[in-house]
């Protein structure tokens, strides 16, 4: 818990950088590729679901070339999917749901076109998982996995790296979308073969205040 402080910590340290950042808001869909590698064979689980975020835009240089800033923000990502197949008259059914905190630390280029802004951004994603439940039910039979329990191989923290493009109308509205590819092998186990990592698809829209 005190790594997920940190987290909120330093974001509101970003926040406060300097009084007339720009601050907006903004919602959207995300859907999680989680890819698990081994020797042999490949497999990917796909979760779609939807992020809320807190953003801070902060204009470090402004040209006739255009725009250079640093864009820091917070970002809570839910996402899950559902399956169910009934065999001799039983039903089963088996889910997953997942719930991130990130902070995107995001380096900004913006060119202005009078009405419309267009915007291209890089940097560094810090991601910890909050939750990862896995539920199967099987008739009245209910297993509940916790991926992040005490025997747990699977890590709650990744780095990711960011990419995305952007456009911002008239200074208020905007939308992006973008890319986070996780870096980091998060499983923790003793096999040395095996490799496990998150990608992130996103596109929203958002508002400045």
Same mark, same amino acid.
């Given at each position: 818990?005190?790594?997920?402080?940190? &987290? &909120?910590?330093?974001?509101?340290?970003?926040?406060?950088?300097?009084?007339?950042?720009?601050?907006?808001?903004?919602?959207? #869909?995300?859907?999680?590729?989680?890819?698990?590698?081994?020797?042999?064979?490949?497999?990917?689980?796909?979760?779609?679901?939807?992020? &809320?975020?807190?953003?801070?835009?902060?204009?470090?240089?402004?040209?006739?070339? /255009?725009?250079?800033?640093?864009?820091?923000?917070?970002?809570?990502?839910?996402?899950?999917?559902? !399956?169910?197949? !009934?065999?001799?008259? $039983? +039903?089963?059914?088996?889910?997953?749901?997942? $719930?991130?905190?990130?902070?995107? &630390?995001?380096?900004? #280029?913006?060119?202005?076109?009078?009405? +419309?802004?267009?915007?291209?951004?890089? /940097?560094?994603?810090?991601?910890?998982?909050?939750?990862? $439940?896995?539920?199967?039910?099987?008739?009245?039979?209910?297993?509940?996995?916790?991926?992040?329990?005490?025997?747990?191989? @699977?890590?709650?923290?990744?780095?990711?790296?960011? $990419? /995305?493009?952007?456009?911002?109308?008239?200074?208020?509205?905007?939308?992006?979308?973008? @890319?986070n590819a996780g870096l980091l092998n998060r499983y923790t186990?003793?096999?040395?073969?095996?490799?496990?990592?998150?990608?992130?698809? #996103?596109?929203?829209?958002? #508002?400045?205040?």
């Amino acid at each position: 818990m005190k790594k997920i402080y940190l &987290i &909120i910590a330093v974001a509101a340290c970003f926040f406060a950088v300097e009084s007339n950042a720009q601050i907006g808001v903004g919602v959207g #869909y995300n859907m999680l590729l989680n890819v698990q590698k081994t020797l042999d064979e490949n497999s990917d689980e796909t979760l779609d679901g939807i992020y &809320i975020e807190g953003t801070c835009d902060i204009n470090l240089l402004d040209k006739s070339w /255009g725009e250079l800033g640093i864009q820091p923000g917070l970002r809570f990502t839910f996402a899950g999917n559902q !399956e169910s197949e !009934e065999v001799l008259g $039983v +039903v089963g059914k088996a889910s997953v749901n997942e $719930v991130y905190l990130d902070l995107p &630390i995001l380096v900004s #280029y913006a060119y202005d076109l009078d009405v +419309v802004k267009l915007s291209a951004f890089a /940097g560094p994603v810090l991601s910890c998982g909050l939750s990862s $439940v896995a539920k199967l039910r099987i008739g009245d039979n209910v297993t509940k996995t916790n991926y992040y329990g005490d025997d747990s191989v @699977y890590g709650r923290f990744d780095v990711k790296l960011g $990419v /995305g493009l952007g456009a911002i109308v008239k200074e208020k509205v905007t939308t992006k979308i973008g @890319y986070n590819a996780g870096l980091l092998n998060r499983y923790t186990g003793n096999l040395n073969n095996l490799s496990c990592r998150t990608g992130v698809f #996103y596109i929203g829209v958002g #508002y400045n205040f």
